[in-house]
Each structure stands twice: as C-alpha cells, then as structure tokens.
C-alpha cells in the first residue's frame, strides 16, 4: 500500500488561502466542484482503523482502500483504484456484502506546488479547512510553512478528525453514525449537542 504524507489545517478562510497560494507561485488543478462519496466500513475494516471509499470526483470515480496505523504525518495508508460508475460499485460492494453506511457531499479545489497538493475542503456543517499532501514528511511541512502555517496547528486523519475538532464532544464512534452528511440537510441531532 502507498503510504500518504498530509496534514490538514482547520478553520482557515479558503480566499486568503487562494491568495497564498498565488503568491507562492501554485497553480489551479481543479476548481471548486461538488464530491460524492460512500462509506464503507463493516465491523472488520473499523477493527483495522480502515474503511472503503467509492468516490466520485467529478471528473473521475474511485474506489479506495484506507487505513490509519495512527492520526500522525505519515498514518495512512490507502490503495485505489478508478472505477467507472459511482453507483454500480457501490451497488457490487453491496451485492458482495459491504453495504455502505453513509452517503456524503463535499467541495474540493485542488492546487499544485511543486511535488504536492493543497485541497481547499468544504463540508456540511464543518468550517473551511485545507489539505496538503505531498510526497514525503519534510514536503508537507515545507509547503504548510510557505503557506504561513504553524505546525503545532496540523491536523491528522480523516474528515473526522477536523469533525472531532469542531463539536468536541463527538467520540470517534459518533462519527460513525451520521448516514448522510448533504449541503442540503439540517444540523444533526448528534452535532446540535455541542451548540
């Protein structure tokens, strides 16, 4: 499996990021477009820190293997391939059964600089954040600091994390149980308790 150096960083204004990354020389990959996924992870997967995601990118679908040994810089752990139909794979894993648990809506922009990433990240009832990725450790601390960052800020793991950190009260189970995370849906119940 292909080990994934990136970090994220919460509660940032995605404008001032965007002027950043112009003055830093990156360019625009992918504008701002809307992401599907599914959620797959039956109680084996969540024994194993991991679960299967079936993604479709917009211009491109994805069926994806990942895997945290830890929430550090260099934790995850993912295998994907593409796929040529959203909803029939999903259907398939069903079919084989693994059935998904969630459905979820997000944005993503997508810039690069020089051997990395940066994803400006929107999702249903969570603050702006940003992802940079990159191909080794010192990569991703080099273009967080060109983006004016201070590491002790960076987050690790998935969405849940930067989740966990928004409505502090959630356990990493609770996360596991919002079935559809829209744009268009009301503020669960389960994150209403930390307003």
């Given at each position: ?47 194993e820190n ?124 609770d996360t ?20």
């Amino acid at each position: 499996m292909k080990t994934e150096f990136e970090a994220k960083f919460v509660n940032v204004n995605h404008d001032d990021i965007r002027n950043r990354l112009t003055s830093v020389g990156a360019t625009l990959r992918h504008p701002m477009r809307l992401m599907r996924r599914a959620i797959i992870d039956n109680g084996r997967l969540r024994e194993e820190n991991a679960f299967l995601r079936v993604r479709d990118e917009g211009d491109k679908v994805t069926l994806t293997y990942k895997q945290f040994s830890e929430l550090s810089i260099d934790g995850a752990q993912e295998r994907e391939i593409t796929v040529s139909d959203f909803s029939e794979t999903i259907e398939l894993l069903a079919a084989a059964g693994l059935p998904h648990r969630s459905i979820q809506e997000s944005k993503r922009e997508t810039w690069a600089f020089k051997n990395g990433e940066i994803m400006l990240d929107e999702w249903p009832w969570l603050n702006p954040y940003i992802e940079i990725e990159a191909d080794s450790k010192e990569s991703v601390k080099l273009l967080a600091s060109l983006l004016g960052f201070d590491w002790s800020g960076a987050v690790f793991g998935d969405v849940m994390a930067a989740y966990r950190i928004q409505y502090p009260h959630l356990t990493n189970s609770d996360t596991l149980n919002i079935p559809n995370v829209r744009f268009a849906d009301p503020l669960p119940d389960l994150l209403k308790q930390a307003i």
